[in-house]
């Protein structure tokens, strides 16, 4: 059964750096059959979608946040991460990593999801 | 993008009611289409992919169906633990995008 965890400071300043993780277990991010999506939740809103990445490095991301976020993946620790910078209060919202059944173009949906972590913009 | 109009935003129905909720897409999808159900302070649950393939796991009464731009989502019989938001997402193309969501209440 696989299981994500995020993880990251809760409070982010504006203009700084948001960093997020994503630990996977019971599975390997390596596995070719999944890409490794963010999605966000503003506060009382709907799903945004962030990008996603595959474990061998290539992502795509929302062309909406594009200039601002970075994706990676860590097999050696079997994580996933995000950065979004100059962050400012538009940014405050739960941070979801979730496993995405996509290919290159299509998708078959998320369908394993992390716990979501909270994070607000403010001095 | 793609934009998702889901129908309605909300609706009040009562245990054992049937549910339907739509969605629409600003351009045609084939069957590239995902359904999620997210109860509050939860993450979202896939319950439909593909329009109308059943998620392991979930229940039979919820179905969906539909391809091109428009969709349905069907909960035959609505039991206590339904009581939540529901969200359609487009996998045809790049960005991913949501619906902006079905909340299902107590009538």
């Known amino acids: 059964q696989v299981h994500l965890q995020e993880s990251g400071p809760g409070q982010v300043k504006p203009s700084q750096t948001l960093s997020l993780t994503c630990a996977v277990s019971g599975g390997s991010i390596t596995s070719g059959a999944y890409y490794w999506s963010w999605i966000r939740q503003h506060p009382g809103k709907g799903l945004e979608w962030i990008g996603y990445i595959y474990y061998s490095g290539s992502t795509y991301y929302n062309p909406s946040l594009k200039s601002r976020v970075t994706i990676s993946a860590d097999t050696s620790k079997n994580q996933i991460s995000l950065k979004l910078n100059s962050v400012t209060a538009a940014d405050t919202a739960v941070y979801y990593c979730?496993?995405?059944?996509?290919?290159?173009?299509?998708?078959?949906?998320?369908?394993?999801w992390g716990q979501g972590t909270t994070v607000t913009v403010s001095s | 993008d793609i934009q998702m109009t889901q129908s309605p935003s909300s609706v009040s129905a009562s245990v054992g009611d049937r549910v339907t909720i739509t969605c629409r897409a600003s351009?045609?999808?084939?069957?590239?289409l995902n359904w999620y159900q997210q109860k509050p302070g939860k993450a979202p649950k896939l319950l439909i992919y593909a329009a109308s393939s059943l998620q392991s796991g979930v229940p039979s009464r919820f179905s969906g169906s539909g391809s091109g731009t428009d969709f349905i989502l069907t909960i035959s019989s609505l039991q206590p633990e339904d009581f939540a938001t529901y969200y359609c997402q487009q996998a045809y193309s790049f960005p991913r995008t949501f619906g902006q969501g079905t909340k299902v209440e107590s009538k």
């Open positions: 351009q045609a999808l084939s069957s590239w």
């Open positions: 979730a496993r995405d059944l996509s290919t290159t173009m299509t998708g078959l949906g998320l369908d394993v």
